[in-house]
């Protein structure tokens, strides 16, 4: 057994060392292939975002520092340009189908750009052109360019991690925020960024359009594969043999306890070995803790939303049964409003018009204040007709609907004015009543005018009969100053109808001007 181990090991050590001299002379004939200079290189490879690399950042090519980042600055279009030193000789001949990521380096934030100078090809096709330099005069001068289409900076899970600490309301707030400033007037160069988006769907693109390629082949596959498996299925009692046999091999092989013993003997320096990944391993343990305490305080709420579910779904089958009910109550009454919905639409089609003007006529008064230039006319002109002094509110002007305001032919009984000049007792009642009417029309000017009702009685003298609906005097009104008289209202104290009964100076101009006010 021991001369077996030694052969083992001397046979694994050999096929070690053949595998060292192949990967070296593969990193020579890469090297070669690339056609370093060995002399200044620097790609300018555009980014839509930077992803916060910074300059002194590492360029890797396949795990492998080929460089370094030299600068990051702005581009006209609202990009990033990242410039990338390739200080490896053998990587400095990017390709026009080269690529660039921008990975993070560990979950503390460092970032490294990842890059591939040129795609996997078949064996023996030509290379693609080199990348363009740019000309001097231009930013950049000197530098390969590599476009924005062979560039991607996918957005970091860190990032996403952020807002899971907030409440899932803030969280779709913070969304839809950062991606309405971020993509407010860009749609042109959302629909080219969501096009090259994910690096991964442009690879799924390509192994689907390998497959499309392979599609025979595919399908003589899975022929074969069914003619193959065919005889295993007829024989598949001899299958299930061949795996308890296996077992019994295995419980043989448990018997050769001293080989397992010296495989244990050798698990130390495999421990060693594993010592640096699992040290790696905690430090990812530590940066990890804070997350899973969230979610271990989140942990309850998650925990009480399932324990209600059950039941929020019992009460919705009530709901659901009871609405099923009323709508198969309600469903008749609604199919026979058919025909009214008819006659409503025919209504509103025919409405639309006057709705229209309407629309306008309201929207004009609105926007010109018609309404409100409405109501002023309204309250000044009443201002305007009517007055307030002292002893409250009276009118201006007031409309006597008697018997005289329709025109007639004939004389009408209770009115007694008339176009033609009449003789005897109507025509001088009719003289009297426009001669009264006159005097106290022009006492009552004087007095509105600041007069004192003795001064307007003795500008305008005379006496002023009250007369009835038949034009016959009832009574004279003094015309002296200081005569006292009490005035009754028109129908009697009982009436209820206002009076006044003055006690001063000028008692029966001043009681004629306020029950005229009054309407007595």
Wanted: aromatic share 6%; proline share 6%.
């Amino acid at each position: 057994m021991r001369t077996q181990t030694v052969g083992w090991r001397r046979g694994a050590a050999g096929f070690a060392g053949a595998l060292g001299v192949a990967a070296l002379v593969a990193v020579v004939l890469l090297a070669t292939s690339a056609g370093g200079s060995g002399g200044s290189y620097t790609v300018r490879a555009i980014f839509d975002d930077a992803g916060n690399a910074i300059p002194g950042e590492n360029v890797k090519i396949d795990g492998v520092k080929v460089g370094s980042v030299a600068s990051v600055t702005p581009t006209p279009q609202a990009q990033a340009a990242v410039a990338l030193k390739i200080e490896n000789p053998g990587f400095q001949s990017f390709r026009a189908d080269a690529s660039c990521t921008i990975e993070p380096e560990a979950l503390l934030g460092e970032k490294f750009v990842n890059c591939l100078p040129t795609q996997p090809r078949a064996a023996g096709a030509p290379l693609p052109p080199p990348l363009k330099q740019i000309p001097s005069g231009q930013e950049g001068a000197g530098q390969y360019l590599l476009g924005v289409q062979n560039t991607s900076s996918p957005v970091d899970v860190d990032l996403l991690n952020d807002i899971t600490r907030r409440p899932e309301a803030e969280r779709f707030t913070i969304i839809i925020n950062e991606l309405g400033a971020g993509l407010a007037g860009r749609g042109s160069d959302l629909n080219v960024v969501v096009k090259r988006a994910d690096p991964a769907l442009r690879e799924l693109d390509k192994v689907l359009a390998i497959f499309a390629g392979e599609n025979k082949t595919l399908a003589k596959l899975a022929v074969d594969s069914a003619k193959a498996l065919t005889p295993f299925a007829a024989v598949r009692e001899r299958v299930a043999n061949f795996i308890v046999q296996s077992n019994t091999v295995a419980r043989a092989t448990a018997e050769h306890r001293g080989a397992l013993a010296k495989n244990l003997a050798d698990f130390p320096a495999f421990l060693r070995q594993l010592g640096p990944a699992a040290e790696r391993l905690g430090r990812l343990a530590d940066q990890t803790t804070p997350a899973f305490t969230d979610l271990a305080v989140a942990a309850p709420g998650i925990n009480k939303t399932f324990t209600n579910l059950p039941a929020f779904a019992n009460s919705s089958t009530a709901f659901f049964t009871s609405l099923g009910r009323t709508a198969r109550t309600s469903g008749p009454a609604i199919a026979s409003t058919q025909p009214l919905l008819g006659k409503v639409q025919a209504l509103g089609s025919s409405a639309k018009p006057f709705a229209g003007n309407l629309s306008e006529l309201l929207t004009s008064l609105r926007d010109t204040g018609g309404l409100e230039r409405f109501l002023d006319f309204v309250f000044l002109g009443g201002g305007s007709l009517n007055g307030y002094d002292s002893l409250g509110h009276f009118l201006r002007a007031e409309i006597i609907a008697k018997n005289c305001v329709g025109y007639k032919v004939t004389p009408q009984q209770g009115c007694n004015a008339n176009f033609v000049k009449g003789e005897g007792a109507a025509a001088s009642t009719s003289s009297a009543t426009a001669s009264s009417t006159s005097l106290v029309m022009d006492r009552t000017l004087a007095v509105l005018n600041g007069a004192t009702p003795a001064a307007a009685i003795a500008k305008y003298p005379g006496s002023v009969p009250s007369l009835g609906s038949d034009g016959s005097a009832l009574a004279a009104l003094s015309s002296e100053a200081g005569a006292t008289s009490t005035v009754t209202p028109v129908g009697g104290a009982a009436a209820g109808t206002t009076y006044y009964s003055p006690s001063t100076e000028g008692s029966s101009a001043s009681g004629m001007l306020l029950n005229y006010l009054l309407g007595n």
